[in-house]
């Protein structure tokens, strides 16, 4: 298994902003996703972070926008650039450990205003 | 395109009365099923991976189950500690999780 903190839980920012989600994952792993849940809807992937090399983003998700890095084997940031309302969302940070589970973390709370 | 699609969107329990939950899946080359239960404010939690039909797993009063097309969630005997939005998703390819829009389980004592 794996236990997953983030940084910070939540946070108020004013639009044009940026805000870096921090991510901790009590041990290493070399998968780590970052997903975006908008109020009332499902999880959306927006990009697998890979160390040593630059994430994968998806269909829909820019680097310039959610730029994201990956220093070591247990830690990550996602940063959200350039805010606008739009952005409000929960981000949630992921690891795949092994085998066949894939944990999340509580999530980071955003509101743009 | 792969789609995952869960159904109800929502199920009001009375405590002790069993139910399912429905995932029905469109995807080619499952690599795993996953079932996550979340609470309000707080991340999806890790309940199961199904790899193949016919494969069935357990936790307290959940049993998940797989076919070709579709997995089921059954809750015997809920309570209201049991009230949960519960998400599938499943794996395709490169570690990847596509997820369903969730149902949402309330349970009445």
């Known amino acids: 298994s794996a236990v997953i903190s983030q940084k910070p839980s939540r946070d108020i920012c004013q639009r044009g902003t940026s805000l870096t989600i921090q991510c901790q994952v009590d041990?290493?792993?070399?998968?780590m996703f970052w997903y975006r849940q908008q109020p009332g809807q499902s999880l959306t992937l927006i990009a697998t972070?890979?160390?040593?090399?630059?994430?994968?983003?998806e269909s829909g998700f820019v680097i310039d926008k959610f730029p994201i890095s990956r220093p070591n084997l247990t830690f990550s940031t996602l940063t959200v650039s350039n805010m606008s309302p739009e952005d409000s969302s929960i981000y949630l940070c992921?690891?795949?450990?092994?085998?066949?589970?894939?944990?999340f973390g509580p999530g980071t709370r955003l509101t743009v205003t | 395109e792969d789609q995952v699609t869960q159904s109800p969107e929502a199920l009001r329990l009375q405590e002790g009365e069993s139910s399912s939950l429905n995932c029905s899946y469109t995807?080619?080359?499952?690599?795993?099923l996953f079932w996550y239960r979340q609470d309000p404010g707080k991340g999806p939690e890790f309940l199961f991976t199904?790899?193949?039909a016919g494969e069935e797993k357990e936790k307290e009063r959940l049993k998940a189950t797989l076919t070709k097309k579709e997995s089921f969630l059954h809750i015997t005997a809920p309570k209201p500690e049991d009230s949960a939005t519960y998400l599938c998703?499943?794996?395709?390819?490169?570690?990847?999780?596509?997820f369903g829009a969730g149902t949402t389980v309330t349970v009445r004592a």
């Open positions: 992921s690891a795949r450990p092994s085998g066949g589970e894939q944990y």
């Open positions: 041990s290493q792993v070399t998968m």
């Open positions: 972070a890979n160390q040593g090399s630059e994430a994968t983003y």
């Open positions: 995807v080619s080359g499952l690599r795993g």
């Open positions: 199904l790899y193949s």
């Open positions: 998703a499943v794996h395709v390819n490169d570690y990847k999780l596509s």
